[in-house]
C-alpha cells in the first residue's frame, strides 16, 4: 500500500474554507484516493473518493494533482460540527494479492473555530 | 435500515479471558475487516475477508481470531494471548474489495 502524509492538525474559521492536504507520493496507477473522517468515538464516516479527476460531492471538494503524487480535500463553508479527524488513504488495486487492504495512518485533526 | 452494527458498544474482559465482538451488516457486501485504535492514533488492520469463509491477517492479527461463516457476518475474538487488547475496535464492510468502506460505531474494550 502507498503511505500517505498528512500534517497532524489544522485550524479553520468557521465559514472558510478548509483545506487539507495529503501527500502520497508512491501511489500506483490503479490505486484510489478515498478521504474519511472521524468525529471522537464514533466510526469514520466516508467522504469523497477518487483516481485522476478532481470530484465533487454535497461533502466537499477533491483535488488531485496531475502526477497523483498529492491531493487536497476542501470543505468549503467549514461548520463547528466538521471539527473531526480527517483520514487519507489509498485502496490498493483489486488485481494485488493484497487487495481489501488499506492502511489509515494518523490523520489530520480538523479543528473548527467560531 | 441498512447498515453495520457492532455490539457490544462496551466490553469489559477479565485477565486470560477470551471474548468475542460481534459485526453484523446487512448491505449484501462481499468484504469486510476489523481494525483496531489506540487513542490518538490511526486505524489498524487486524484481519479482513473479501468472501464468505475466507480471510486474510492485516497488520495486526497476533493474538486475534475471526471466521466469516456467513456473509452477513464476521466476528472478532480477542483472545488470551492478546497482552494489550484495550482499545477501540472497528468493523467495516465494502461491496467488494476495492470499493468504498462503511464503518460500524465501534466497540470499545476495557480489561479489568
Known amino acids: 500500500d502507498a503511505k500517505t502524509t498528512q500534517p497532524p492538525s489544522m485550524d479553520c474559521a468557521e465559514g472558510r474554507a478548509a483545506n487539507l492536504p495529503c501527500n502520497h507520493s508512491t501511489i500506483s496507477g490503479n490505486e484510489y484516493v478515498y478521504w474519511y473522517r472521524q468525529i471522537h468515538s464514533q466510526g469514520p464516516q466516508y467522504i469523497i473518493h477518487g483516481l485522476k479527476n478532481n470530484e465533487t460531492n454535497e461533502m466537499a471538494s477533491l483535488i488531485i494533482t496531475e502526477d497523483r503524487k498529492s491531493s487536497t480535500l476542501i470543505l468549503p463553508h467549514a461548520t463547528l460540527r466538521d471539527t473531526a479527524v480527517y483520514y487519507c488513504?489509498?485502496?490498493?488495486?483489486?488485481?494485488?494479492?493484497?487487495?481489501?487492504?488499506?492502511?489509515f495512518g494518523d490523520g489530520t485533526t480538523l479543528t473548527v473555530k467560531p | 435500515d441498512g447498515g453495520i452494527t457492532q455490539s457490544p458498544k462496551y466490553l469489559f474482559r477479565k485477565e486470560g479471558q477470551n471474548v468475542t465482538l460481534s459485526c453484523e451488516q446487512n448491505?449484501?457486501?462481499?468484504?469486510m475487516y476489523w481494525y483496531r485504535q489506540d487513542p490518538g492514533q490511526g486505524l489498524r488492520l487486524i484481519y479482513y475477508?473479501?468472501?464468505?469463509?475466507?480471510?486474510q491477517k492485516g497488520d495486526i492479527a497476533e493474538g486475534y481470531s475471526v471466521s466469516r461463516e456467513k456473509k452477513e457476518s464476521f466476528p472478532l475474538t480477542v483472545t488470551s494471548a492478546q497482552k494489550n487488547p484495550t482499545a477501540f475496535y472497528l468493523c467495516?464492510?465494502?461491496?467488494?474489495?476495492?470499493?468504498?468502506?462503511?464503518f460500524g460505531p465501534g466497540t470499545r474494550l476495557l480489561v479489568l
Open positions: 475477508s473479501q468472501i464468505v469463509n475466507d480471510f
Open positions: 467495516a464492510s465494502s461491496i467488494s474489495r476495492q470499493g468504498t468502506q462503511y
Open positions: 488513504i489509498v485502496r490498493v488495486d483489486r488485481r494485488d494479492t493484497n487487495a481489501g487492504k488499506s492502511t
Open positions: 448491505l449484501n457486501h462481499d468484504a
